[in-house]
């Protein structure tokens, strides 16, 4: 009774107007199964439409997600063909009295530029000395590259510092979590923190037991996690509180929000390994009601057309599908009822909410692509074979968004 009351006193005075968030993780060698780095971004924004994107840069082509419908050279989180990664979370405690005419204050440009022209973590800092002044930014970036560095830079306008996830100082265990603050910045100001404090449980948890961190635990422990760290409440796990009343709850300081539109893992490389086998594993739409998809920067242009902007839409197939989901989620649109979710439409005691009929779709993706993955690692790219596998995973994935939508 007691968890239920503290409940609904919190969550109705904890909405906040921080819509531009993210919740993300940078995990180095060190902290994965294979060596391999990886980085986890979730994605806040109003922009609800998403989709991914390859670009031929001035130096290296590379694969980001992107705002559908962009007219101008951004993206929110990518990797390139010399193996370098880019992603970042907006901050809110770097930059005070301090003017800036930049549009993009939250990076999305420089990190388009970066994926353009960066190979190596030392070629992003040479990029920041040279253009930080001129960017505005306040963001936290997060990056890898292909000769196992990995790091966040805190960039705002007076300047940038490197936070090393290499460091055993720093990070001893070979991870690092940000939200919405900078280490650096302003003592308690900023944003996140609740969602910075479940993300860092969440993890630090699954730290020393038989489980490993890879792309599919991300997803479907951190970006679907609905534990509220603040509440001390779990609302798939504690469904005596999910059941109990009409099933409504305001989407506030979950990992999942309502301006929640997408996730990426990017899976980097070892040392000596073709920098163009990173992967970014994809989810585009509202991540509970979306699955995560394989995108090969090996596959260059040839990425799967349902990931990617429609000719006539602008928009990817993938994301207007889970969008159609979303919709029976947050359906009360009169007065403040935009930040109510019917989570039952989510997780319920029955098994029928869409995460969990979708659980048993993705699990079989990941299946498909693991074993694909092993076998194509160490060869050369082949068309046929990436269609072929492309054309399978995405007919079980209509099948099952048709069942559900319908």
């Not at 040279?130 to 936290?140: A, F, Q, V, W």
Request: hydrophobic fraction near 35%; charge should be neutral; aromatic fraction near 12%.
């Amino acid at each position: 009774m007691k968890k239920t009351l503290l409940l609904f006193s919190l969550l109705s005075v904890l909405f906040t107007a921080d819509i531009l968030a993210c919740t993300s993780a940078i995990f180095s060698g060190k902290a994965t199964p294979d060596g391999r780095p990886m980085m986890w971004k979730h994605r806040d924004n109003p922009a609800d439409n998403v989709c991914v994107e390859y670009i031929k840069g001035d130096k290296y082509n590379f694969i980001a997600l992107m705002n559908s419908g962009r007219k101008s050279k951004s993206a929110w989180g990518g990797t390139n063909d010399a193996g370098f990664s880019i992603m970042n979370t907006a901050s809110y405690n770097l930059n005070y009295d301090i003017k800036s005419e930049n549009k993009f204050p939250n990076g999305e440009n420089v990190m388009y530029r970066a994926l353009s022209t960066c190979a190596t973590l030392e070629d992003f800092e040479k990029m920041l000395e040279n253009e930080y002044k001129m960017t505005g930014n306040e963001s936290n970036f997060g990056v890898i590259d292909a000769n196992g560095g990995a790091a966040y830079y805190e960039v705002g306008i007076a300047g940038w510092t490197k936070v090393d996830v290499n460091d055993p100082k720093i990070a001893p265990q070979g991870l690092l979590v940000y939200a919405n603050h900078s280490y650096t910045g302003k003592l308690d100001d900023g944003a996140g923190y609740v969602r910075y404090t479940t993300a860092d449980h969440i993890i630090k948890s699954h730290l020393g037991r038989a489980g490993e961190f890879t792309p599919q635990w991300i997803f479907q422990n951190l970006t679907r996690s609905f534990y509220h760290s603040l509440l001390d409440i779990d609302l798939v796990k504690d469904i005596d509180i999910t059941e109990r009343g009409s099933g409504w709850f305001i989407a506030q300081d979950f990992i999942p929000r309502i301006n929640s539109t997408s996730a990426i893992v990017i899976t980097g490389v070892k040392k000596n390994e073709d920098p163009a086998n990173s992967i970014m594993w994809t989810v585009l739409g509202y991540p509970p009601v979306s699955v995560a998809v394989p995108m090969f920067m090996k596959a260059g242009a040839d990425q799967p057309a349902w990931m990617v902007p429609d000719p006539q839409t602008k928009n990817a197939k993938m994301c207007d599908m889970a969008l159609e989901l979303k919709k029976e989620i947050f359906s009360v649109k009169r007065g403040n009822g935009e930040y109510y979710m019917n989570f039952r439409k989510i997780h319920n005691a029955n098994g029928t909410g869409y995460m969990q009929q979708l659980r048993p779709l993705e699990n079989k993706i990941f299946d498909k692509s693991e074993k694909f993955i092993d076998a194509n690692r160490d060869k050369k790219f082949n068309k046929a074979a990436y269609d072929e596998f492309y054309n399978d995973l995405y007919n079980e994935i209509e099948s099952v968004y048709n069942s559900l939508i319908d």
